[in-house]
């Protein structure tokens, strides 16, 4: 009889956990005059409509998983994200503070987008050196990307041979995707709303397995 060898299917190392980042959606907009409200210096918008329906759709798409925990942080547009996932699946959410997203300092509040929709030098500098440190004010990618990481590394030693869906930002999953790559930290800027990204943590090894996955929104 001839041996067959078949093509490989991933499955995560023994040990490892397995994480889903999602996107938190569309949070309110910025309004000149009216800075969003604050949260241990961090802009702290609730949900936009289409950000609420964002949401459902995150819950329908993943309310049969079996995920053995949810993460959020401390900014409420990661809770109002969850929400519909913590019903399906009737977890208690967690809070992982290390994964809020990151201080933009003197441009927190929603003064950020105003400033990079004017295409602002500083903003401009930013992109260009991919540093967080050029507004005025604000955390260094080194010191933001350090943190991500030490979020990420505390969630999986929490969670060996697990499914977690970590509800984060989209500063985050680009410094998660930068730890995990190496690539420098603002390649894999701009994931949607919504999206998934999915990281396999094994020790301190990251593996990358999705990036930005949109097929529930579309």
């Known amino acids: 009889m001839t041996r067959e060898y078949r ?9 490892a956990a397995d994480l889903l980042l999602i996107r938190h ?40 998983v079996p995920f053995d925990a949810i993460y959020v942080t401390t900014l409420r547009r990661t809770h109002q994200t969850a ?20 201080h933009l300092g003197d441009w927190d509040g929603g003064e950020y987008r105003i400033r990079a929709a004017e295409g602002h030098p500083a903003f401009r500098r930013a992109l260009e050196n991919h540093e967080w440190g050029e507004i005025p004010g604000a955390e260094t990618t080194a010191a933001f990307t350090g943190r991500v990481r030490s979020g990420l590394l505390r969630i999986a030693s929490a969670h060996p041979d697990e ?26 800027s701009g994931a949607s709303n919504g999206s998934f990204t999915r990281i396999v943590i094994e020790g301190d090894r990251m593996v990358v397995r999705g990036f930005n996955d949109i097929a529930h929104l579309e």
């Open 163 to 188: 499914k977690v869906a970590a509800f984060v930002h989209g500063g985050v999953i680009a410094a998660a995707m930068s730890v995990a790559t190496g690539v420098p930290a603002f390649t894999f």
């Open 7 to 15: 093509q490989h299917s991933y499955v995560p190392p023994r040990g």
């Open 25 to 64: 959606g569309e949070s309110e907009p910025a309004i000149p005059g009216k800075p969003f409200p604050l949260k241990d210096g961090h802009g702290d918008p609730a949900l936009h409509p289409n950000g609420q329906q964002q949401a459902i759709r995150v819950g329908e798409r993943l309310k049969t």
């Open 83 to 102: 929400a519909p996932l913590v019903a399906h699946l009737g977890l208690e959410p967690r809070v992982e503070p290390d994964l809020r997203e990151v």
